[in-house]
């Protein structure tokens, strides 16, 4: 275990029943680092993210997080977690959610730049029902990110956000990362892998490549990156 | 209209049916489970109610009498002393005793049969039951006062409820606990569910949020509304229905708050063994029916089959229905040991389901 990483899985294999969902995966992120997970979906990136936030307990290996081992509860107060599916109470105005996840989360204040940073200040009296995808996709990242963790796991954040606030977001997170905090992206699009610092291939619950996406490329043999993640992907399975 | 697409959604029902196999299980088990209770409810029932004989004739009618409702199917009677009565009401060991007076046969003779009639009173069927089976024996006695008219004029007097107390006064005492009960745990199950299906549970979990918090939480938060509606129902039957009360309505109040705290730990704990709402309605008729009808709502524990008084006795809602009439039919407060024990079990329960939900709670996440 290395303190200087923010996470540290170690050889963690997780089943469902028959199904195995990860295959002694290791995987480790630094410090304010950007870290992509790409898959097809079903390849093990969520049930990954559930591991390091210790919702999952691995069957074999070790989950280490900031330091501790997981699960931790004490560890959870710095972690921000944004589900796939934006889990946000419907009947609630995006101002109370996020106040709410907040609260639990042991924060006081910091909902408005929250809100600000996803651009729903304007919004914030809108109760939750009536948001389109996207908006309701904003708050739930305002939840995650609103008591200012130093992990930031983000499970596909940007399905179903317009391109123009894709790029603020990215901007975003990119001023969080520079501030020391640490972010986990999972992503099945590969122009979001670009952004990250360091990305990891995870296919059929092993992970086939890790690196920069210049290294991923060059390991690929493709300038191209979905190219170079469907030739490592090929050459693992034949 | 096209008969292959109505074919489609028929074979689409079915095949949603054919995966849910708890549905099919409830299709089929819980009528069979409802109704065999029911049956075995009204028809299995061996135990008639204990009536109480002191017969302090001096003449021979008295004794006749005795004996007519010694041999009545409608009652068990015991001989005793009339001095011991009321004691014996209060104890809960007869639900009415007669008393046939020392000057019953010279009144008889005289024309009017007047036996004095004690009820307990709380329970209006069983009331009729003793009505009845002394009125067969008065026909019993007419045929031996031969010649002369006889007026029957029993001296009824009720130890609770009154000449107005009716059906609604010793089923609204059970109901305005039940109401809030019943309605308390289907909100909280579907609300729990909620939280699962929506995705905000797992986020919860991934938070430093404890179990016990999002339990005692939620217990608090709807607790609060639960109040506010048990007040409600408690208003609108005391003040618009007028259901007979003889006890403090702080206390009915009190009880029927610790019904909705146990209907919401109740509604947490099941939540846990559904993964929809569909199914989690599916546990109204599993869970809620069988207790209703074993509770002593509408039949008396007391005259329920030997082997379901013994279920009867370990369901909470027994003792919260045997609480509420206590209160307010009887006027009980909380000096009475039977009102201890009721309150006391329904406390007990609230508690051994927050631990439970509490337990569980992780357990679905994976």
Redesign the interface.
Known sequence: MNDSYAVDVEGVSKSFGAYKALNGVNLRVRQGEIYGLLGPNGAGKTTLIRLVCGLLAAQAGTVTVLGQRMPNVAVLRHIGYMTQQAALYPALSVEENVTFFAAINGADGGVKEALELVQLYDRRGSVVATLSGGMRQRCSLACALVHRPELLLLDEPTVGIDPQLRVQFWESFRQMAAGGTTIIISSHVMDEADRCQRLGLIQYGRLLAEGSPADIRAQGGSPNLEEAFLALAGRKES | MSGHRVRAITRRLLQGFRRDRRTLALLFVAPIVILGLLGYLMRGSTSSPAVGIANEDAGPLGAMVADALRHSSHITTTDINGSDGDARLKDGSLVAYIVLPADFSQRAQGGTVAPEVHLEGSQPGVDSSVLQALQQAMITLASQVVGRSVSFQPQIKRLHGGPNYDTLDYFGAAFVGLVVFFLVFVITIVSFLNERS???L?????????RGEIVLGYMLGFTVIALVQAAEVLIFSLAVLKIQNQGNVLLIFGMEALMAIAAVNLGIFLSMFARSEFQAVQFIPLVVVPQILLSGIIFPVSTEPKALQYLSNILPLTYAVNGMRDIMVKGADLTWSSLQLDAGVVAGFCVLLIAAGTATLRRR??
């Not at chain 2, 797992?202 to 404890?210: F, N």
Request: no cysteine; net charge positive; hydrophobic share 35%.
């Open positions: 929506q995705g905000t797992e986020r919860l979990m991934a938070s430093p949020l404890r996440l994976g």
